[in-house]
């Protein structure tokens, strides 16, 4: 079992910065890669991006791209989700997720055997 623990969420305004962490624990030398997904309200989860666990590459969702990064401190087992440039769109409940098997930056929800609870991000206009 992995457990996925998110921490960061808050409210800011348009133009403005969050850094979301997700610390995992329990088998984590199991987990390939760590995504992080977001759901607005009425809306399904998607994707935003995704790391290598232990590594640095990793992948973003176009929306996001150049302004979101992701980034890890394995050390601490915790990979981060840095959003810049922050518009009322991109409020959601935000999510990391644990894939394990492979390494590639799966992309689909069903890849992701374990879950986080989830913390709310707010940007006003």
């Known amino acids: 079992q992995v457990q996925l623990v998110e921490s960061g969420g808050g409210l800011v305004q348009a133009g403005g910065s969050l850094r979301l962490s997700c610390t995992a624990s329990?088998?984590?030398?199991?987990?390939?890669?760590i995504g992080w997904f977001r759901q607005a309200p009425g809306k399904e989860r998607e994707f935003v991006g995704a790391?290598?666990?232990?590594?640095?590459?990793?992948s973003y969702e176009e929306s996001v791209r150049g302004r979101f990064t992701i980034s890890g401190d394995y050390a601490k087992e915790t990979v981060y989700l840095q959003m810049n440039i922050l518009k009322p769109e991109d409020t959601a409940i935000y999510y990391c997720?644990?894939?394990?098997?492979?390494?590639?930056?799966?992309?689909?929800?069903?890849?992701?055997?374990?879950w986080g609870q989830g913390t709310q991000a707010t940007v006003s206009s």
């Open positions: 790391i290598p666990w232990l590594g640095s590459r990793a």
């Open positions: 997720a644990a894939a394990l098997g492979n390494s590639i930056l799966h992309s689909r929800l069903e890849d992701y055997a374990f």
């Open positions: 329990g088998r984590t030398p199991s987990i390939k890669v």
